[in-house]
């Protein structure tokens, strides 16, 4: 372990410790910190604020659910959703870009997290780098789609209800919007901020308001909002695409020389003894720059005391375009003329990697790739409640949201440089050093032929749709008892698709001079990268713009045509998942008392019924055809909640549930895709008939709020899990995989070449346990000025033992791991301070590494993440009542995106996108 990631969780336990002191002193001042009698309540804004709201709203549920809100007007306490989520004990978080884009709780990734907007299921897709995940095809939704300005508040629920749709093994979140009944007359807000990133050195604007009025003395009211921002950050690093062991593709020419190890050692083809060496050591750098809009519009209506009407309306537009300059040495993995031509001329082996090599006959490429992204996210709602009686009420939602998703330019064009001679790499440090051996800069060095270099030219498209419908009532029978019922339809539909060439290594035969003419200089590479002297800072690579322009790559025509459900690798781009949830529940809430001690709590049943349909391209014999599938299956899901105060400040709290999580979208298509792209092989194939994860669940938290704005909670979880869908990785000769020899038609690939093979399957499953600890203090029993400080401390710790299957043959060998995308410890801190006119805060957010696969490809046992720590601050002043000042620092370390393949930690990615500051200034008329 590094000793940075020692010294961030030794920060973060000392934190601990000082609350814990803190703890000590406060219960000495216990008549101090006592809960004001009402008439003495003095309304609390800003951040404190924030806390106190969402801390009554916590203790004031029967289950266990986390609040975070925005006691002022359209300004939620942090730039992201997902940043703001990750002070919720349990919750971590995975960034693209520079920003939270997906969240994990309790362990358990954004698959098995629900996630509704004004009370309805909504998924929000974007697209990423391939390092940060790619284009989201999943059940996960993606917090980057949404500015933070227009929502007030988000509640994480970790425990079920009967009323709360089933579908998540973690956490249901519920993102709510502003709407005019909110506020008790006319607002209008207006925010302008300037943010600046130290990587891409660039100045970006971003702007919010807010608008809200009632009428008809407070019955009916409108509210509208605006969030619009711009971004540009860079993203710079090392990109390794795995490791591999010697033998692999072909394996190193037969005059290679290692001291101590022979030819057969090299090239040896066993991956449990054979030596290892990065498949593709290059550097990498995206250039990011999006634009995102944002709207919301509500309006209420109470015709009478009895009836409350509301339309909410969301609109969020997110572009962005991805500029890609990436320099590689292909020829590592490459078969045929790659490989089998390289000469290894000395070397360093540390363990069983080749982590030093001077080497002959390497074939190297330059690329550029430039892609336009855009998802488009709408939803409309309208939700009606009703008291039929003082007794008997009714509740109805209606909605639907859709998320298109669509890449229209995804292009990437190569240059190459067949055998270089003198070329090295070195990973004796974490960022390696490479040294190309020639002039990189020189376009004579450079050739574009057909059968080596490539054009790809792939626009895609996702689209989701959720319907919903929700229809419920409640009886009050007593003081004391208070009965739910009600029913729930959900329909949900997603549509992909995409287009390849046909051939993409056919490309225009370039001279010299034609090469020069496409051209442009990269420059300004390694900023900040903390790497060994030598590295390259600049590189020749195509000039997309110039080089479209000449040659009319986008005409669909020529060689330059696109094909769909025509083409073997835009074939399994085309997929469509059809599922319809019914449910209906029943349940109690009570209150009554026990053993003197008054409780409240909730007990109810779920039945809910599944059909999907699903559809995708697959090989039957030996031809491809349309294939679809369809299944029905239902569940009865049981649970119950019970909260006790066990004093006037102390609160216990057990929840037991059955719950469920479906799997993801796109594995459900009975279709495969073949993927081919430079010297990477694939073949992916979905499953429609896999079963979803069920989970036996009990929870049991105490908690003490000695004040209003303080509690201390200690947590503990266990989850039996009857199975996990695992995405099953092997790598098979293409010849063995019973598809026709017609799909590689057009590709550089062979019958012969192995291909990284996947396939979503049911795995056993495990147990899932682990614990939570919440402290949250105002620090007003200290002394003056002291007096306004406060913190925030959230430690999670979460433990699984799962097994993974590394074969569907009965009897195969078993990979005994921890859940991928767990982290065993997560910890926040944040130190606040905070006046009438002045605040200012700091936080740190741990989070430690994680597996992304079991088993990964090529032999690698895993892959993974190393552990993150990331610190914010931000301050602001009230020159007026009316008019702030604000400033904030994201990712002030400038932390890496740090990730890895097999147990040994081999670099897989290395990255940064420098750190961001902001300049703001809001004014409330």
């Given amino acids: 372990m590094s000793r ?115 009370g309805m299921e909504a998924i929000a897709t974007t697209g990423g780098t391939v390092n940060s995940g790619g284009t989201n095809r999943t059940r996960g939704f993606d917090f980057n789609m949404f500015a933070s300005e227009l929502f007030n508040s988000l509640s994480v629920r970790k425990s079920a209800s009967a009323d709360v749709e089933e579908g998540s093994l973690g956490a249901t979140v519920d993102l709510q919007t502003a709407r005019p009944f909110d506020f008790k007359g006319g607002q209008l807000v207006v925010s302008a901020q300037a943010s600046y990133n130290d990587l891409a050195r660039d100045v970006t604007p971003r702007f919010t308001m807010l608008a809200s009025q009632r009428w008809a003395d407070g019955k009916l009211g409108a509210l509208a909002s605006v969030a619009y921002e711009k971004r540009h950050i860079k993203e710079e690093g090392a990109n390794i695409t795995r490791w591999t062991y010697g033998g692999a593709n072909g394996g190193f020419n037969a005059a290679s020389t290692l001291p101590n190890y022979t030819i057969a050692q090299i090239n040896d083809t066993n991956t449990a003894t054979a030596l290892y060496h990065p498949r593709i050591p290059s550097y990498v750098s995206y250039d990011i720059e999006s634009e995102r809009l944002g709207l919301t519009g509500s309006f209420q209506m109470r015709p009478t005391e009895q009836t409350l009407i509301t339309i909410d309306a969301l609109y969020s537009d997110v572009k962005t375009t991805r500029d890609e300059a990436q320099f590689q040495a292909i020829g590592l993995s490459r078969a045929g003329s790659g490989k089998p031509q390289t000469i290894i001329r000395d070397g360093v082996v540390e363990g069983r990697n080749l982590i030093y090599a001077e080497l002959d006959n390497v074939d190297v490429r330059t690329q550029s790739a430039w892609d336009e992204l855009e998802t488009e996210f709408s939803q409309v709602s309208l939700s009606v409640r009703h008291d039929f009686t003082d007794r008997l009420r009714g509740t109805l939602l209606l909605g639907t949201a859709v998320s298109k998703f669509s890449n229209p330019v995804s292009t990437i064009v190569t240059f190459d440089r067949a055998n270089t001679q003198d070329f090295s790499y070195d990973f004796r440090s974490r960022m390696p050093l490479i040294d190309w051996g020639f002039d990189v800069k020189d376009p004579a060095a450079w050739t574009m032929n057909t059968g080596t270099s490539e054009v790809r030219i792939r626009p895609n498209a996702v689209t989701n749709r959720f319907d919903s419908a929700q229809m419920g009532a409640e009886y009050t029978v007593n003081d004391g008892l208070k009965i739910k019922a009600g029913i729930d339809y959900r329909k949900f539909a997603l549509d992909s698709e995409g287009y390849y060439r046909t051939s993409e290594t056919v490309v225009n035969t370039l001279s010299p001079a034609d090469l020069a003419n496409v051209s442009t200089q990269y420059t300004g590479f390694g900023r900040g990268l903390d790497g060994p002297d030598g590295v390259v800072t600049g590189w020749l690579r195509p000039d997309l713009q110039k080089f479209a322009d000449l040659y009319d790559i986008y005409c669909n025509c020529g060689i330059y045509a696109l094909t769909g459900t025509g083409n073997s690798s835009a074939r399994g781009q085309f997929i469509t998942v059809d599922e319809a949830d019914l449910g209906v529940y029943v349940m109690a809430e009570f209150r009554t008392s026990l053993f003197g001690k008054p409780i409240r709590g909730d007990a109810g049943l779920r039945h809910v019924q599944t059909e999907q349909h699903s559809g995708g391209y697959a090989a039957v014999g030996s031809t491809i055809k349309w294939v679809e599938a369809e299944r029905t299956y239902d569940m009865t899901l049981p649970s119950a909640n019970l909260a006790m105060d066990v004093s006037d400040d102390v609160l216990l709290r057990v929840s037991a549930a059955q719950t469920i999580a479906r799997p993801s979208i796109s594995s459900l298509t009975p279709g495969g895709d073949v993927a081919i792209q430079g010297a990477n092989r694939g073949f992916s194939s979905g499953n429609p008939f896999i079963e979803p994860t069920k989970s036996n669940n009990v929870d049991l938290s105490l908690e003490w709020y000695p004040t209003r704005s303080s509690i201390y909670a200690v947590g503990f979880f266990y989850k039996e899990i009857n199975t996990f869908v695992q995405t099953l990785r092997q790598d098979i000769p293409f010849n063995q995989l019973g598809l026709p020899d017609s799909l590689l038609v057009g590709t550089t690939a062979t019958p012969n070449d192995i291909f990284a093979v996947s396939q979503p399957i049911n795995s056993p499953g495990g147990e899932l346990k682990g614990m939570e600890l919440n402290i949250q203090r105002d620090l007003d029993f200290l002394p003056g000025w002291a007096s306004h400080f406060g913190v925030l401390f959230n430690y999670t710790f979460v433990d699984s033992n799962i097994e993974y299957l590394t074969s569907t043959t009965p009897g195969a060998p078993t990979i005994n791991e921890t859940l991928v995308g767990l982290s065993k410890n997560a910890a926040n801190f944040t130190l606040y301070y905070e006046t009438e006119k002045f605040s200012v805060r700091g936080s740190v957010a741990y989070r430690e590494g994680y597996l992304t696969a079991v088993p990964s490809n090529d032999g690698n046992s895993v892959a993974g993440t190393n552990a993150t720590t990331n610190y914010d601050i931000s301050a602001s002043y009230n020159l007026t009542p009316k008019f702030k000042l604000s400033i904030e620092g994201i990712n002030l370390t400038d932390e890496f995106n740090d990730q890895y393949v097999d147990a040994s930690n081999r670099l897989h990615v290395r990255t940064h996108t420098g750190r961001q500051f902001f300049l703001s200034g809001r004014y409330s008329f």
């Fill in 4 to 118: 940075k990631r020692v010294s961030a969780r030794s920060s973060l336990m000392s934190a601990a410790s000082l609350v814990a002191l803190l703890t000590m002193t406060a219960t000495t001042t216990s008549a101090q910190d006592a809960p004001p009698a009402e008439d003495d309540v003095v309304v609390v804004t800003g951040f404190r604020g924030s806390l106190q709201s969402a801390i009554s709203t916590k203790r004031n549920e029967s289950g266990i659910v986390d609040v975070i809100k925005a006691e002022d007007i359209a300004d939620f306490p942090d730039l992201n959703l997902a940043e703001s989520l990750q002070r919720v004990p349990g919750v971590a978080i995975t960034r693209a870009n520079g920003e939270g884009r997906q969240i994990s709780v309790r362990g358990l990734g954004s698959e098995y997290t629900r996630v509704r907007i004004n």
